[in-house]
């Protein structure tokens, strides 16, 4: 082969191999890669019954755009795993707003994840769209499973767009829509808490009575130390309702903490002088002495 045509080789080569980095794929085969997954994943550990959690963009913000692909993308993974393993988006929806939540609220990991075993999935999807182009989407699905937050699926691709998908690009939700957490749920620690309370111009709640949780007799023969951390939301009137148990302990105790924390009374956090729903991490430490 002479110099000419080895470069001319190398030139198709290169072309053949953009084409294919800039490959864009609909929903329906996105679908059938997740749900190919998700099959392998649960194979032998439990029957699968997932659920699509709300779209964001890569700026982090939700749009009849992303609550279209959400809801679109629900339904074919539906025809590809069956109507029994799938709850549909809507049902999450809905149940969002029986919690007095929207679907910007969604957006925060333990919300959607609290919220989605409320519905009966073990599994959630998770996704994010980057808009920027016209013609091909970046897209990143992860589908996580609840009981130990172990990423199940995952895609990372380009999405063909559609048509009428451009014209909902811009358009926000419903203004009756909005945020109700005025602090979210994207605090990993306590001592972060404040700050952020700080940054949004909201006032930390404060307890009126909020005894701490007590041993159980099983951990206290178990001689367990440690701290139990849980991510949970304080209502405009101050009551609790844990979401996550990020960090945990003898399922007993568990379950006492959560029930403590429950009876609690505070008085909630404010924004201008008005009561307002927050996110906050609550912690419980248990030392033997």
Aim: aromatic fraction near 6%.
């Amino acid at each position: 082969m002479n110099r000419v045509s080895l470069r001319t080789f190398g030139l198709i080569a290169l072309l053949l191999s953009s084409v294919s980095l800039t490959r864009a794929d609909d929903l329906s085969s996105i679908a059938d890669q997740i749900a190919t997954k998700l099959r392998n994943a649960h194979k032998q550990a439990m029957f699968p019954r997932v659920v699509v959690n709300s779209f964001s963009t890569a700026a982090g913000g939700i749009s009849q755009l992303t609550e279209t692909l959400s809801t679109e993308f629900s339904e074919q993974l539906s025809g590809k795993l069956g109507t029994d393993p799938v709850i549909k988006h809507e049902a999450l929806i809905e149940r969002t707003k029986l919690s007095l939540l929207t679907p910007f609220d969604l957006q925060y990991r333990d919300i959607a994840m609290w919220l989605a075993e409320k519905v009966g999935a073990n599994t959630v999807v998770f996704g994010t769209i980057d808009t920027t182009a016209d013609d091909n989407w970046g897209l990143r699905l992860r589908a996580v499973r609840l009981s130990d937050d172990k990423l199940l699926a995952e895609y990372a691709g380009s999405l063909a767009v559609k048509t009428e998908w451009l014209a909902l690009r811009n358009k926000p939700l419903p203004s009756a829509e909005k945020p109700r957490l005025a602090v979210g749920c994207d605090l990993s620690a306590s001592d972060k808490t404040k700050p952020a309370f700080d940054a949004a111009g909201v006032t930390m709640p404060r307890c009126v009575h909020c005894p701490d949780p007590s041993y159980t007799e099983d951990a206290r023969r178990k001689k367990y130390q440690g701290r139990i951390l849980v991510t949970a939301i304080i209502d405009e009137s101050g009551r609790v309702t844990p979401l996550q148990v990020k960090e945990t302990g003898p399922p007993d105790l568990v379950d006492q903490v959560l029930e403590t924390y429950r009876s609690w009374n505070l008085e909630p956090a404010k924004k201008d002088g008005k009561p307002v729903a927050v996110c906050v991490p609550i912690e419980s430490s248990f030392k033997l002495f």
